[in-house]
């Protein structure tokens, strides 16, 4: 006896899924979902300004709960990130470590607010601790949707973060020296104010003969200044530089360089003479160093900061050093560094002589490395009186031909952004 029934579906045959409105729902959903972020894509492309600012106004299609809610995801760091403080220079440097640095070929490396790399929005800084940068903050926000309380200063505002410091003349220059360059490939744009840091700590002043420096690079003194501390401080536009030179090419050196040596002359309203003597630069006023290094063929200099304004003298005029005893031993990197200031100015740096001789360092020091290097950084130094003539009798020949095939030249001509 056989009984009716219904035969299962042949396999080949494929009915409407019970969920199939459920998924057109979300496969429509995903495809608008998508759409909407390539609109914003497309959105954050606006490199103006003004345009930025134009998204968040009063009669854009931002609801005012839109603005509460973009002001309030505005999320203060701390400018110091201790996270990094064994790599405190590495990639992003500690300062600002959330941010990443905008990288042209050949250039140092910068941030700018606003910018498409910020979405348009801009930079706002917290705090004015001087002892603690874990202390002092940062943010970014939106033109119109800026944090509660906050002020917005207007014009160009340069802020600078070094690893060391602005008192010592030769680490104050090369903190300063890639907004010289910035200036110079920006239309000659001049900041309106500085804010200083040093490892994010608030600094209000750098060294008077780097002032003098900038005063003649910008044609005003630099307005130096220390923000507000209860409330955040927004800046219409800023420039960041916290890499000092960073990978900045030697073509990119050597005309700052010029562009230095040009304005220092011009706002000191030098005039080369000539002259075969013997002069030190010892307490000499700013614009007194720059007539002097400008007469200047020969540079011979025990290492120190003083050698900072070699660059004042022509191209290819030349340089002696000489240091203490313990320097090659206990100084590392950083007995070479007005080697490198000589090559990027375009100068011929001779070479050394490092004292073999001298005091010894006490043996109550000897454990301490640091303590030793400090005893011979201000020691004299004594000379092989036979070696150093004839190296000075090899430099100043060399320096006296390279004069009569520069005869006639002054160095002395128009300046970029004069």
């Known amino acids: ?84 403080s064994k790599t405190p220079m590495d990639g992003n440097t500690w300062f600002m470590s959330s941010l990443n640095d905008t990288r042209d070929p050949g250039e140092s490396e910068s941030l700018h607010f606003p910018s498409p790399a910020s979405q348009g929005r801009l930079l706002c800084l917290l705090g004015r601790d001087a002892s603690d940068g874990s202390k002092n903050h940062y943010a970014l926000a939106w033109p119109d949707a800026l944090p509660r309380g906050a002020s917005v200063l207007r014009g160009l505002t340069f802020v600078c973060d070094t690893h060391y410091d602005y008192d010592n003349i030769w680490h104050a220059m090369g903190a300063v020296f890639p907004f010289v360059r910035w200036h110079t490939r920006n239309r000659c ?33 630099p307005n130096v200044q220390v923000l507000a501390d209860d409330d955040p401080t927004c800046f219409e536009e800023a420039v960041v530089f916290r890499h000092n030179q960073g990978a900045m090419s030697l073509d990119a050196k050597r005309a700052v360089y010029d562009t230095l040596r040009c304005k220092a002359r ?74 490198w200031l000589a090559g990027g100015a375009g100068m011929r740096h001779e070479g050394g002589w490092w004292d073999p001789n001298g005091e010894k360092c006490p043996e109550t020091m000897k454990d301490d490395p640091t303590k030793c290097f400090n005893f011979y950084k201000n020691g004299k130094v004594g000379i092989d009186e036979a070696y150093v003539a004839n190296w000075t009798s090899r430099v100043l020949k060399n320096a006296r031909q390279y004069k009569l095939e520069r005869s006639g030249e002054s160095g002395l001509g128009g300046c970029e952004c004069g």
């Not at 900041?191 to 044609?219: D, N, Q």
């Not at 020969?298 to 290819?316: I, P, W």
């Open 266 to 339: 011009s706002y000191c309203n030098i005039t080369r003479t000539q002259t075969d003597s013997v002069r030190r630069p010892n307490g000499m006023p700013f614009c007194e160093q720059v007539q002097l290094m400008t007469e200047t063929d020969v540079l011979v200099s025990s290492h120190g900061a003083q050698m900072t304004n070699m660059f004042f003298m022509e191209r290819n005029s030349s340089v002696m050093e000489f240091f203490p005893r313990g320097w090659l031993e206990l100084a590392g990197v950083g007995q070479y560094v007005f080697q």
């Open 189 to 221: 744009a001049r900041p309106a104010r500085w804010v200083l840091y040093h490892w994010g700590e608030v600094r209000a002043s750098v060294a008077p003969w780097v002032r003098a420096l900038l005063t003649a690079v910008f044609i005003e003194e």
């Open 1 to 84: 006896m056989t009984t009716d029934h219904q035969s299962p579906r042949s396999s080949s045959t494929h009915p409407w899924p019970k969920h199939l409105p459920l998924l057109l729902i979300f496969l429509i959903t995903s495809l608008l979902l998508l759409l909407q972020i390539q609109s914003l894509r497309n959105t954050f492309n606006i490199t103006s300004p003004s345009a930025w600012s134009s998204l968040f106004t009063p009669n854009s299609s931002c609801s005012l709960d839109d603005h509460r809610r973009l002001r309030d995801s505005v999320t203060f760091l701390p400018l110091k990130d201790l996270r990094f």
